[in-house]
């Protein structure tokens, strides 16, 4: 027997929209091979426009999840092969590390434990972005070392596995997808460039009540992030991904395993809900956000489109909505107090852009967050912001904010040595202890 779909309640949804300052979401579930959907609110807070189930919103990083597909599927084919260097397909690959160089391979750039710093520098909007990405990086560093830790790679990573999928095929990333992905299953909807979606139909991206001033990302983030699409063809494209396959069945494990789930597989994360697995793809843009929850044992998939506001607590409010309370499990508990030393965490963690600075009050530890000064004016928050840690273990912790527009963020700082924490994992991306001199 076919499993029936769950009531999707259209006035909780506008309840909670208006709750979460969301302008709007569509809202579907696949079971038994048929798709229910909603859309509910506006696309354009300006216009006062109102979404439908054929309103296209941007997915984001959820395309990593379909050009993992696609790459998988040059792997089924025999052409190409996950533990085969990226060298063998791309001859002029390099970057600073002589044995990454050597060694790094699509299933590290799948599961993001490359390591390789994202510095590309600028590759523009032409369409050799991805050739002059992999050009760009002779230089490019470690964030850590090859293979020893998940750290996400936005763009840098999946622009690696596009430029492989164009060399094979001989044609531009966007057409490998569009002739191997959005083609076939009759994705009319569907596009891998903003350029080529229908502005008639698209939902703008919201800061607050303000529209994004960023419309989209820049193409270097195309195989990583810049699919836009519609809620019933988000998942029709759930539909055709083999759950059981090496897809979802090669993983490593992710440091702070509490913001989506405790492990990484080829382009899909792998989430713990009481017990049940559940593979997740997410994406944010500048204003807009994804979220796609898929439940193999309950034959169900849900997926969520949105155009601005909080991402974590309103998609989580949602679902258990539809699939029933408590079906998303919550934060862990806070623990009454550490063993190690406070002082063991206590550092400046980073990466270009970005900073953390964990300090210790007595037993209490602190975290400041260094905003990049355009992005601090815009949302209208300081530069500089700091959040209690609350820990939840020796290694993960809460880190609670006073503003209701934030969610609760998690967080890892782990591998000790000498003493200290050599690693922070937040939002999942890794950044290193930095060396004061």
Same mark, same amino acid.
């Given at each position: ?85 990226? %060298? +063998? $397909?791309? *001859? /002029?690959?390099? =970057? ?12 590290? @750039? ?108 820049? %193409? +270097? $983030?195309? *195989? /990583?992030?810049? =699919? ?12 055709? @991904? ?108 980073? %990466? ?86």
């Amino acid at each position: 027997m076919k499993p029936s779909p769950p009531a999707i309640d259209e006035a909780m949804v506008g309840e909670l929209l208006a709750e979460f300052g969301i302008p709007s979401a569509a809202i579907g579930v696949l079971s038994g091979g048929e798709i229910t959907s909603v859309a509910v609110g506006v696309k354009n807070l300006r216009t006062g426009e109102p979404a439908t189930t054929d309103t296209i919103y941007q997915c984001g990083s959820m395309t990593k999840t379909w050009t993992a597909y696609v790459f998988l599927q040059f792997v089924a084919e025999g052409r190409a092969d996950l533990d085969e260097p990226v %060298r +063998s $397909y791309l *001859p /002029g690959f390099r =970057v600073a590390d002589p044995g990454v160089t050597a060694r790094v391979t699509p299933r590290h @750039l799948l599961n993001h434990t490359s390591g390789i710093e994202e510095d590309f520098g600028d590759p523009g909007e032409g369409e050799d972005v991805y050739a002059r990405m992999v050009g760009a990086i002779a230089d490019a560093r470690q964030v850590s070392p090859l293979g020893f830790t998940h750290g996400y790679s936005a763009a840098l990573g999946y622009a690696i596995l596009a430029r492989v999928m164009e060399v094979l095929d001989g044609k531009p990333w966007d057409a490998v997808m569009a002739d191997r992905l959005f083609r076939p299953l009759g994705l009319t909807g569907t596009s891998s460039w903003p350029a080529r979606v229908d502005p008639a139909r698209a939902a703008t991206g919201h800061i607050g009540r303000l529209e994004s001033p960023i419309p989209y990302l820049p %193409r +270097s $983030y195309g *195989p /990583g992030g810049n =699919v836009s699409s519609t809620i019933g063809e988000v998942l029709t494209m759930a539909s055709v @991904l083999p759950i059981g396959s090496e897809m979802t069945t090669s993983r490593v494990p992710v440091p702070d395993p509490y913001l989506f789930g405790p492990e990484w597989a080829l382009g899909l994360i792998v989430c713990d809900w009481h017990g049940r697995t559940v593979f997740a793809s997410d994406g944010s843009t500048i204003g807009q956000n994804a979220r796609l929850r898929i439940l193999p044992d309950a034959g169900r998939t849900i997926a969520m489109l949105t155009n601005g506001g909080p991402r974590e607590g309103f998609y989580k409010r949602v679902f258990n909505e539809i699939l029933g309370a408590g079906t998303i499990p919550e934060l862990p508990s806070p623990v009454t107090e550490l063993k190690r030393d406070p002082l063991s965490y206590v550092g400046v963690y980073g %990466r270009p852009g970005t900073a953390f600075e964990v300090t210790a009050e007595g037993e209490r530890l602190r975290l400041t967050e260094t905003l990049d000064p355009m992005h601090a004016h815009f949302v209208g928050k300081p530069e500089r912001i700091t959040y209690d840690l609350v820990p939840v273990s020796d290694t993960h912790f809460l880190m609670p904010s006073n503003d209701p527009r934030e969610d609760t963020r998690t967080l890892a700082i782990f591998d000790f040595r000498d003493g200290r924490a050599r690693y922070l994992h937040t939002n999942c991306r890794l950044y290193p202890r930095v060396v004061l001199s």
